[in-house]
């Protein structure tokens, strides 16, 4: 039976199966999120140190960030080198790390019987999702991608993070990488599915207007860093209260229906969902805390597909 839920956008990692999202409730998120990582190639490593490095038996180490860490690519970073230092944490403005989504995408429109709306579960990919490593690829302000994309701005931030191991009685140390956005210049012209919300619900309105991306026609589909490990593959897995969609890449929030600047009339309603082709301008990729929070865009055009 089919409840009222909110949105869900919960970055789940690949071993071989997904983890199912837990629902609360009307107004109420929660999320249960799994992680595996794999052996690192040449040209992709652990955000994380090389190895935890023990510090005191009893307490952790100085409020201090470490000196030198290891970024995705394997190149050796510097805190000295942050625009800021704080606490047990750096930020840079002046880099972050993207990769090109997989070809994954599936939806409600396309699959009906894509969820199980008793357990908000998608079990027709439990067994066939393979671990992947992504290829990163670092950007700094005024790089242009492949699909003609140009870096506006960026930053990225890693924290230094202590942790107790029970069975060793002894804190740890290591490094990993929590918030990250970078914003683009340029329009994009992407295919996929166009929805929008039918009511009001926590973090979401009325109106409200998601585009997600379709990753198996489009190849020029940037993904930001989800953090943590460089060598886990993530897919982005949305739940709203008459669709669903699973996916690699991310959503963009595309603005309201009361409110966006192109005429969406004969293209979608409230509750409506449909295939379109769209160009997007403004394009801001959003992470943080290793929790994916969703991407933002202007609509310059919207071109239903009539199937």
Not at 241 to 269: P, Q
């Amino acid at each position: 039976m089919k409840n009222k839920t909110n949105i869900l956008a919960v970055v789940l990692a690949l071993p071989l199966c997904l983890t199912a999202c837990d629902k609360n409730g009307d107004g109420e998120i929660s999320t249960s999120t799994s992680s595996s990582s794999s052996s690192s190639n040449s040209s992709s490593s652990s955000v994380e140190s090389s190895s935890d490095i023990p510090a005191d038996s009893s307490q952790p180490s100085e409020n201090n960030f470490p000196e030198s860490f290891t970024g995705y690519l394997g190149e050796t970073l510097y805190g000295a080198d942050a625009s800021e230092h704080y606490g047990r944490k750096v930020i840079f403005d002046d880099f972050t790390y993207l990769r090109w989504a997989e070809p994954f995408f599936d939806n409600t429109l396309k699959t009906p019987d894509l969820i199980d709306w008793d357990t908000y579960d998608m079990p027709k990919y439990d067994d066939i999702i393979k671990q992947k490593n992504p290829n990163w690829f670092l950007v700094k302000p005024g790089d242009v991608l492949e699909n003609g994309l140009v870096v506006k701005s960026v930053y990225c931030s890693f924290a230094d993070v202590n942790y107790f191991d029970d069975e060793k009685g002894t804190f740890f140390e290591t490094v990993i990488q929590t918030d990250s956005e970078v914003f683009f210049e340029n329009t994009l012209t992407l295919r996929g599915v166009l929805y929008c919300t039918p009511e009001d619900d926590a973090y979401i309105t009325n109106g409200d207007l998601f585009f997600f991306a379709d990753s198996t026609v489009n190849s020029n589909i940037p993904v930001i860093n989800e953090g943590g490990k460089a060598d886990v593959f993530n897919l982005f897995k949305c739940v709203f209260s008459d669709a669903a969609f699973i996916s690699d890449g991310t959503y963009y929030r595309v603005g309201n229906l009361d409110s966006v600047s192109v005429d969406l009339s004969g293209i979608i309603k409230r509750g409506g969902i449909c295939e379109v082709n769209i160009t997007l301008d403004n394009i801001k990729l959003r992470n943080h805390d290793g929790v994916a929070n969703g991407s933002f865009a202007d609509i310059v055009s919207v071109e239903k597909i009539q199937n």
